[in-house]
């Protein structure tokens, strides 16, 4: 097995990741679309709402929400990722949309312009604080009083075995650190006790958590093994990692990637893998 040459990140969204994220778009939305419908069918949002849409993306779930808010209603994207924030204000405009802006920025510290708002939602845009209670306290200035939070974050790896069984194949040939617990990262709210504690702790109540679980596609609807395969390399943290190891390790978990997602794959569907993600909705 080879040694890892540097630790596996997942926080750099204004930089690497949210470049990645960009570079990926299709892969990446096509992905967690389940979850997305999902979270926004909870959501329910109405004519008139002003809302704010963090981690937005590439904007899709914004553009989502700027339909369901009209008329009467707006909504602010908000992410930290410089790219995706032009990227997704072009994306907007080219689909007519006018009730809807985007604000790249730190949503741990940033304020936000013509507050506060109603609603703030995010698909899994909140796990990667460094100081998640300070801000969610944050987030929480941004709402009205008794204004709703709804937000989508993975569950436990255990029943996540899109992500979980790539990574696996990956550390079967190279060395890479075991994640920790609650830290940041796409599983920091796999405890519910955990979350619990962070809206608690930052002023939020009447806690509300549900699940999201079934099949998603890997890199997006009637994708072929070897598609999934090269987006999971692309795009997937663990992917990143591989590109400091030799052409042969790269080889070789590519074949083992291939064969892992040839067994999920279904004819006119995709890559078809479970999933579980944690709905959550709080009152400021």
Same mark, same amino acid.
């Given at each position: 097995?080879?040694?890892?040459s540097?630790?596996?990140?997942?926080?750099?969204?204004?930089?690497?990741?949210?470049?990645?994220?960009?570079a990926?778009?299709?892969?990446?939305?096509?992905t967690?679309?389940?979850?997305?419908?999902?979270?926004?069918?909870?959501?329910?949002?109405?004519?008139?709402?002003?809302?704010?849409?963090l981690?937005?993306?590439?904007?899709?779930?914004?553009?989502?929400?700027?339909?369901?808010?009209?008329?009467?209603?707006?909504?602010?994207?908000?992410?930290?990722?410089p790219?995706?924030?032009?990227?997704?204000?072009?994306?907007?405009?080219?689909?007519?949309?006018?009730?809807?802006?985007?604000?790249c920025?730190?949503?741990?510290?940033?304020?936000?312009?013509? @507050?506060?708002?109603?609603?703030?939602?995010?698909?899994f $845009?909140?796990?990667?604080? %460094? #100081?998640?209670?300070g801000? +969610? &306290?944050?987030?929480?200035?941004?709402?009205?009083?008794?204004?709703?939070?709804d937000l989508?974050?993975?569950?436990?790896?255990?029943?996540?075995?899109?992500?979980?069984?790539?990574?696996?194949v990956?550390?079967?040939?190279?060395?890479?650190?075991?994640?920790?617990?609650?830290?940041?990262?796409?599983?920091?709210?796999?405890?519910?006790?955990?979350l619990?504690?962070?809206?608690?702790?930052?002023?939020?109540?009447?806690?509300?958590? @549900?699940?999201?679980?079934?099949?998603?596609?890997?890199? $997006?609807?009637?994708?072929? %093994? #070897?598609?999934?395969?090269? +987006? &999971?390399?692309?795009?997937?943290?663990?992917?990143q990692?591989?590109?400091?190891?030799?052409?042969?390790?790269?080889?070789?978990?590519?074949?083992?990637?291939?064969?892992?997602?040839?067994?999920?794959?279904?004819?006119?569907?995709?890559?078809?893998?479970?999933?579980?993600?944690?709905?959550?909705?709080?009152?400021?």
């Amino acid at each position: 097995m080879a040694e890892a040459s540097h630790p596996l990140k997942y926080e750099d969204w204004g930089g690497e990741m949210g470049a990645r994220w960009l570079a990926n778009l299709k892969g990446f939305e096509g992905t967690i679309a389940p979850v997305g419908e999902a979270l926004l069918a909870r959501a329910a949002f109405a004519p008139g709402e002003r809302v704010i849409d963090l981690g937005f993306g590439g904007g899709a779930t914004t553009i989502a929400i700027a339909e369901a808010v009209s008329p009467g209603g707006c909504v602010l994207g908000l992410d930290i990722s410089p790219d995706l924030t032009s990227a997704a204000t072009r994306r907007a405009r080219q689909a007519g949309i006018d009730n809807a802006q985007f604000l790249c920025g730190d949503a741990a510290t940033a304020s936000v312009p013509d @507050g506060p708002y109603d609603r703030l939602v995010s698909r899994f $845009g909140s796990m990667f604080f %460094a #100081e998640p209670v300070g801000a +969610f &306290a944050n987030l929480r200035s941004m709402l009205k009083h008794g204004g709703r939070i709804d937000l989508a974050v993975w569950g436990p790896p255990a029943e996540n075995p899109w992500m979980r069984e790539g990574m696996e194949v990956a550390r079967n040939h190279v060395e890479m650190p075991a994640p920790v617990p609650r830290a940041p990262g796409p599983f920091a709210f796999e405890d519910l006790d955990y979350l619990r504690e962070i809206l608690a702790g930052s002023g939020f109540h009447d806690v509300d958590i @549900g699940a999201a679980v079934g099949q998603l596609p890997v890199g $997006g609807a009637g994708a072929s %093994a #070897e598609q999934a395969r090269d +987006f &999971a390399q692309n795009a997937m943290a663990f992917g990143q990692v591989l590109l400091d190891y030799p052409s042969d390790v790269q080889a070789a978990v590519a074949r083992e990637l291939a064969h892992l997602y040839g067994r999920h794959y279904r004819p006119g569907e995709g890559v078809m893998m479970d999933y579980c993600a944690w709905l959550v909705s709080a009152r400021a």
